[in-house]
């Protein structure tokens, strides 16, 4: 058996390739050695490769910067994905495409489910669900939302390194999610795509928090961990006092019931994984 992974250099690729089920051959390829806006390069790939399954763990994802190059967005959020379901299809893969919360507008009062109305606040929203539209029927589509993972560039990461440079942090308390541990979705995704579940999906840890909740208990889980030497301030703003270009979603969290069922149980809760990261970060200094 053989999976391509395409954006296999970001957290998410990264953890496909970790969590990989025996048996399975992996081919990796990133933006350095595939444009997946290039129909006939991606297809001769492939055709050569012809995998059993095809994971498009790659994105455009500077949600403000979208907003003022949302064609450049649009190549890779929604054009390309077009171009890997079509290949994907064209050798017999099944084709598995991740997409975000910022689908949704964040008006709900309770979790969002799969076939729940969507309506992106802006571009970055807007070109994601043109990608959904463009993986096609016979595609398995989840949503995820705030992942994270001991390598890359991350809120975690951030944060921790903002709290041993600085006096204080000032974090925005009024958008409500879900923490997501990439290694833990990588694992729900190959699960899921080995039991063929097609159609779209949620999938983040168990739980809920404000980013200021995340980044308390970031600041709690580094100290315990012996990565932070002292805790700082944490102080809770509002969206308004740390405008930025794109507008997000002030409460986005997914109902993941439908996937729990597939996967047999629900995901571990967000602060459980949060701790998961601290040790893998301890571990490989």
Not at 41 to 68: C, G, H, I, Q
Not at 195 to 201: D, F, L, P, Q, R
Not at 257 to 262: L, R
């Amino acid at each position: 058996m053989k999976a391509l992974i395409v954006g296999s250099k970001g957290q998410l690729g990264r953890g496909l390739a970790a969590t990989a089920p025996a048996g399975y051959e992996i081919v990796g390829h990133d933006i350095d050695t595939l444009d997946i806006t290039n129909r006939d390069a991606v297809e001769a790939l492939v055709v050569a490769e012809k995998p059993d399954l095809l994971f498009n763990a790659a994105a455009y994802t500077a949600v403000d910067l979208a907003e003022s190059n949302e064609e450049a967005a649009l190549a890779v959020n929604g054009t390309a994905v077009g171009i890997l379901a079509d290949a994907a299809r064209g050798v017999g893969s099944r084709f598995v495409h991740i997409s975000t919360d910022f689908v949704f507008d964040g008006r709900a009062g309770s979790p969002y489910a799969p076939d729940a109305q969507t309506n992106p606040l802006g571009a970055y929203g807007r070109t994601k669900l043109a990608g959904e539209r463009a993986a096609g029927a016979g595609a398995l589509i989840v949503r995820t939302a705030w992942v994270y993972a001991p390598a890359g560039g991350n809120f975690v990461r951030t944060m921790l390194r903002l709290m041993a440079e600085r006096p204080e942090v000032r974090v925005v308390a009024d958008q409500i999610g879900s923490p997501t541990y990439a290694p833990g979705l990588a694992a729900a995704l190959w699960t899921m795509a080995c039991k063929s579940v097609i159609g779209i999906h949620h999938y983040t840890d168990a739980g809920a928090c404000s980013w200021y909740d995340f980044a308390v208990a970031i600041q709690e889980e580094g100290l315990a961990a012996g990565l932070l030497n002292q805790a700082v301030p944490i102080i809770p703003i509002n969206s308004g006092d740390y405008p930025t270009p794109a507008r997000r979603p002030h409460y986005s969290v997914l109902d993941k019931t439908s996937t729990f069922a597939h996967l047999g149980g629900p995901a571990p809760h967000w602060r459980a994984n949060l701790r998961v990261m601290m040790a893998e970060i301890v571990a490989n200094g």
